[in-house]
């Protein structure tokens, strides 16, 4: 068996490709869609991240600042940084770039963004209203690994899923969203994590297989069932890459996992194109609210 290669960047063009048009509908009401982003301690050479999420933002027709403080900045600044943005009507949505300095509480500091633009989903308040089943801005990663799911797989009701991984924007998200009681969920989901005992076996059981544990190459094909689909979080820079190689790897030892599994997704360019679109689509529900309210 070899795996289908399960690209991300077809369905997040699809994504964008909505997210321009509410964007150009709102700049047409006079409103131009703003995504402020701050980071704390970045390196010199600055972040890709953060470079990818404002080149997509102004490629779609929103605009797009960066907040740079050192790595020395205090509680008290981070503080009126965020605050500051969540009063300035220029800015629909705040990204506050995780990790902070081991200073600075990540907790205490998403607290001071305003809920409505927090298009992370992760501050207290929207976390409280997407595990009810309310409305609110999801985590961008795992909402886009559902959009990629419903499209290859379907209906996932009653469909054995294991997440490896609990972090706050990627495993224990995606385990409220996949186990939800709507339609196209209902899965029955286990979540791994380093305290898991006899990990393969766990996995093994697994239908769909989302890995997003931060540890290059860790899952092999004897952690996957035969014919399961394999979504990949990870990614890592390779050191010394050989000339025209791969420059990055996943959590996913892909070519032995390709052989078991009926569909994995590639790392680059699978889960991450998925990420920014879903992430604009949260600062054009941002913008689109704020526009109702002016």
């Not at 220029?90 to 298009?119: F, M, N, S, T, W």
Request: aromatic share 2%.
């Amino acid at each position: 068996m070899t795996a289908v290669r399960l690209a991300g960047g077809p369905l997040a063009d699809e994504i964008k490709a909505g997210v321009r048009a509410r964007f150009e509908r709102i700049r047409a009401k006079g409103i131009v869609p703003g995504l402020a982003i701050v980071t704390v301690g970045e390196p010199p050479g600055g972040n890709p991240y953060v470079r990818s999420k404002c080149r997509a933002a102004e490629e779609l027709g929103a605009h797009a600042a960066v907040r740079r403080l050192p790595a020395t900045a205090s509680e008290r600044e981070v503080r009126a940084t965020l605050e500051e943005l969540s009063e300035h009507p220029a800015y629909h949505g705040i990204i506050l770039q995780l990790p902070l300095p081991a200073a600075l509480d990540e907790d205490r500091h998403l607290e001071d963004i305003d809920p409505e633009k927090d298009v992370d989903g992760i501050h207290p308040v929207n976390v409280g209203r997407w595990v009810s089943g309310l409305s609110a801005h999801r985590p961008a990663t795992p909402a886009g690994i559902v959009e990629l799911l419903r499209r290859h797989v379907g209906d996932l009701a009653g469909k054995r899923v294991c997440i490896v991984g609990r972090s706050r924007i990627v495993g224990r998200p995606l385990s409220v969203f996949l186990s939800e009681r709507a339609p196209g969920m209902n899965a029955t989901v286990t979540l791994c994590h380093s305290a898991t005992r006899d990990l393969a076996a766990v996995t093994r059981e697994a239908e769909i297989l989302i890995v997003a544990m931060g540890q290059p190459r860790a899952i092999g094909a004897e952690h996957v069932r035969q014919g399961a689909v394999v979504v990949d979080v990870g990614i890592h820079a390779i050191e010394n890459p050989p000339a025209g190689g791969p420059r990055f790897e996943g959590d996913v030892d892909y070519e032995p996992v390709s052989r078991v599994a009926s569909a994995v997704t590639p790392v680059p360019g699978g889960v991450g194109p998925l990420t920014v679109a879903v992430l604009l689509r949260n600062l054009a529900d941002a913008a689109e609210a704020a526009a109702e309210r002016a």
